[in-house]
Structures are given as C-alpha cells and as structure tokens.
C-alpha cells in the first residue's frame, strides 16, 4: 500500500520563493528614501549691512602690527617706533574703537614685545588682539 500513496500522491518540499519579496523590499526602501525629507540644520544669524556709498573692496581690515627682533612692519610696511606711534594717533582719533591686531615674531624678546605693546597703548588703542604661536609651532 506504500507504493500505492507514492504513486498518486507525490512529495512536494514547502519552500518559500523569496525572489518576490526582496523586491517589495527594495521598493519600499526606495520609496521611503525619496519621500523622506531631510532636515536642513542651518544657524539663524543676523549680518550686518553695508553703508550706504561704501561696499565690500573699501571696508577697512583692522591694522596688523608684526615685529621681530629688530624690526616693526605696521599693515606690512616697515616702520619705526615713532612712525608707528604717529600713525596709530592717527587711526585712534578717526575710529576709537577699532581693533589692532599685534602679531609678535617667535624670536621675539619678551622686553622688546612690552615696548611695542606699550606703544600700542600708548596712541589711545583699547582693543588688543594678540596673536601668537606655541612654542611648538
């Protein structure tokens, strides 16, 4: 009787075909991707306007004042301590609240960084920005 079921009933294996649903799958993951949106992170800041008469080639950068052992470049032209003096007079009475930028070369003396520091303070400049390197750099 074994061989009479095996006759008319014949063995099938379950199996699932996968092939289909991989593609759904893949649908669903292209649809969700093209329908997603994507949060833009942004800063809120408010920028300043131009004057009127003036634009973006004649606003003035703030005076940089470089000095090394011996010598003092003042917006890089070489100076004396006089000349420098003088012409950051000048500048403090025309703007004074504007900002100088002292940049002090690695060989420096610490003595010889005081002076132009002092001459810096000296022409009525409140606003100091000292720029250095490690002694790494």
């Not at 003595?111 to 001459?119: D, K, P, V």
């Amino acid at each position: 009787m074994n061989d009479f079921f095996k006759k008319y009933i014949k063995e099938e294996k379950c199996h699932a075909n996968l092939t289909s649903m991989i593609d759904v799958i893949f649908i669903l993951l292209v649809f969700f991707m093209i329908s997603t949106q994507f949060k833009n992170s942004s800063i809120k800041m408010q920028l300043p306007k131009l004057e009127k008469g003036s634009s973006a080639e004649t606003m003035q950068k703030e005076p940089e004042i470089s000095a090394n052992a011996e010598l003092i470049f003042f917006n890089g032209m070489q100076v004396s301590e006089q000349e420098l003096e003088k012409n950051l007079l000048n500048l403090s009475k025309e703007k004074p609240e504007m900002t100088v930028r002292f940049k002090g070369d690695k060989n420096i003396s610490y003595q010889r960084f005081l002076e132009i520091y002092s001459i810096i303070e000296r022409s009525g400049i409140k606003k100091i920005a000292v720029e250095h390197k490690t002694a790494s750099d």
